[in-house]
């Protein structure tokens, strides 16, 4: 069984990716399996018995079953390298296996077959950062367009806010290259552009053939995962008639620009306004980040 690592920072489209990926005869997206190993099982702040499950079957999941995590949790393994041999001797039909555990403290030293690493242009990252740290702002509302105007009215604040997490990110890309240079860098901000270019080149360094996944209907395809970003799971839900509400950023997703299940994430046009677009644009670590991943500074138009 061959391995795909997905790396990339939270926000980056690491888990949408593995969706698709789930869409081809065989292949398994697991998601953020490092919630398998003792040092996560066993951080602090963890309360009673983890029990890592399927988002989807829970405990009657027959890919992450009682008697597959039993093993990884009585041995207490911080191997990846065991959670893909065990999973393989009991799904011996499943011949590549998608881990989605993004960072660079698990795949560390664990180096399998590609490497890909997610990236969004800069400005849609740090929508997506600054709107998930929303509360650490005093902003407990759930609405994209009010956050926007929260942010109008405190800028200074997010600005430094903004330099704050991009030299964050800047960081977390500059030591993923460091330890896969080689890795493929996929923008899914932009899979869709150029009769879906970005596919085109990903499916050649998987060595699979042209159109191999199912971009635009993957939602209704079987998985499942282990953690990750909950809007893919929705969207699953949805798909399936299971869907439920969750709160005003529904009619954003529903909303949003699409091609079938792949959207393309435009919230930042709400929420770095004017006023502090016009500085993060400025900033030394706006400026590298566009660098490092390869996109131009100018802001995405409508």
């Known amino acids: 069984m061959k391995v795909v690592q997905i790396i990339g920072p939270s926000y980056s489209g690491s888990t949408v990716l593995g969706y ?8 398994f997206f697991g998601s ?3 919630r398998l190993l003792d040092d996560h099982l066993s951080a602090p702040g963890k309360k009673g018995k983890p029990n890592p499950q ?11 079953n009682s008697s597959l995590k039993n093993l990884v949790l ?13 999973f393989s001797e009991r799904n011996p039909d499943q011949e590549v296996f998608v881990d989605g555990s993004k960072s660079l403290r698990w795949f560390s030293g664990n180096e399998k077959d590609y490497q890909i690493v997610t990236a969004k242009h800069p400005v849609r990252l740090l929508a997506s950062f600054l709107y998930n740290e929303r509360k650490k702002s005093g902003y407990n509302e759930e609405s994209i367009e009010g956050f926007g105007r929260y942010v109008d009215d405190n800028v200074d604040w997010f600005f430094k806010r903004s330099v704050l997490v991009l030299r964050r990110v800047v960081n977390n890309y500059k030591e993923v290259f460091e330890k896969f240079p080689d890795a493929f860098v996929c923008k899914m901000d932009e899979l869709h552009c150029d009769e879906f270019l970005e596919m085109r080149k990903l499916e050649q360094y998987l060595n699979v053939e042209e159109k191999s996944f199912d971009v635009f209907n993957f939602s209704q395809y079987e998985v499942h995962p282990l953690g990750g970003n909950r809007a893919p799971y929705w969207q699953a839900m949805h798909s399936k008639g299971k869907k439920e509400s969750f709160g005003e950023r529904d009619s954003y997703y529903n909303n949003a620009e699409s091609f079938g299940d792949y959207k393309i994430d435009n919230k930042f046009f709400h929420i770095v306004t004017k006023s502090l677009g016009e500085r993060v644009g400025k900033s030394s670590e706006y400026q590298e980040l566009s660098d490092i991943l390869g996109y131009e500074t100018t ?4």
Do not use: A, H
């Open 299 to 302: 802001f995405p138009s409508e």
């Open 74 to 86: 009585e041995n207490k393994t911080n191997s990846l390298d065991d959670v893909y041999r065990w």
């Open 20 to 27: 698709i990926l789930n869409t081809k005869k065989n292949w």
């Open 32 to 34: 953020e399996v490092y």
């Open 54 to 64: 399927c988002d989807f079957c829970g405990e009657t999941c027959e890919f992450w």
